[in-house]
């Protein structure tokens, strides 16, 4: 087992405190908030281990985590790239019956079927993640996304989720590490294209768990996370997913941000879903470019890769 290494940046004591509470682990500060990519890369970067464990900030690992992650990989076949953890939702939700508006400044989620939750001590716990897939329309998603806590999932599945898993070292000198230039969201998504196009798979291990509080760092419904969301799914769909759902992806986009202008009721969020549609429109032939190279890169064809599994 090789010493861990924590990649921060941070504008308050953060890093004199990880160093008191973790002596054996070698914590690197950056002098910039290069994104989410730009950390785990930092972190890769210090380490030569023959697998990386990747875990979310506001990630809590249950006992076991991590040796459950090495040893699905140690018993996986060659050609398995990376291990996605079973990432739990922290606390208990209730869901809201139809009709019933939460209070203000009460924290709600909706799940796959447009249901809204919420916190309730005397609530269900649910699932956050057993992996990534994506749908038609290029969204990047959870899968079992607010399932329950027992749903059994299967061991196949697209892509990892950046918040818990583990990947081979092969697999990143093989395709690369994440892409810094995202920032923030769908960089797991994009990574797990590059590597079923390279002909690598992902497996989910049940038993490597961690709780998750969603969206603790950025939240659902801030600024960074509205406009970064929606610019990555278009640029990642444009970069490996077939045309059709590039143009899915594309339409819904600028059609969320103009019903959203019209409404009246969601005008900021609105605004910055058109933002992020014109900044891709507008750096259209460098994505294009890199459309192409990844073409050339790949060894699977895009029909072939099932990104929904």
């Known amino acids: 087992v090789q010493t861990c290494a924590l990649p921060i940046w941070s504008s308050d004591d953060s890093v004199a405190v990880l160093r008191r509470a973790l002596p054996d682990a070698t914590v690197i500060a950056r002098d910039d908030n290069g994104g989410f990519a730009a950390g785990a890369n930092t972190g890769i970067r210090h ?13 809590v690992p249950a006992p076991g985590f991590v040796a459950a992650l090495r040893d699905h990989l140690a018993h996986a076949g060659p050609e398995v790239a990376a291990v996605t953890g079973r990432i739990v939702l922290a606390g208990r939700w209730t869901g809201l019956p139809a009709g019933v508006e939460p209070a203000p400044g009460q924290r709600v989620l909706r799940d796959n079927d447009g249901r809204r939750w919420t916190p309730s001590a005397d609530g269900e716990v649910r699932l956050n993640s057993t992996g990534v897939r994506v749908d038609r329309d290029g969204n990047g998603m959870d ?4 399932a329950p806590v027992d749903r059994v999932a299967d061991v196949d599945v697209f892509g990892f989720s950046g918040g818990a898993s583990a990947l081979r070292r092969t697999a990143l000198d093989d395709v690369g590490l994440l892409d810094e230039s995202l ?7 994009e990574l797990a294209w590059r590597l079923r196009r390279r002909g690598w798979r992902v497996e989910h ?3 490597a768990v961690v709780e998750h509080d969603h969206s603790a760092s950025s939240g659902v419904q801030s600024d960074l996370f509205v406009f970064r969301n929606a610019r990555n799914r278009i640029v990642v769909a444009l970069w490996h997913a077939p045309w059709p759902t590039v143009a899915r992806a594309s339409v819904r986009t600028l059609v969320r941000g103009l019903r959203g202008l019209a409404s009246g009721r969601t005008r900021r969020e609105a605004r910055l879903v058109l933002t992020a549609f014109a900044d891709v429109a507008g750096t259209l032939p460098v994505h294009l470019a890199r459309r192409l190279r990844e073409t050339r890169r790949a060894s699977v064809p895009r029909r072939r890769v099932d990104p929904g599994a």
């Open 183 to 189: 920032f923030m969201y769908y960089e797991d998504t």
């Open 205 to 207: 291990a049940a038993d």
């Open 143 to 146: 899968r079992d996304w607010f």
């Open 47 to 59: 380490t030569d281990a023959d697998v990386v464990v990747l875990l979310n900030n506001d990630a």
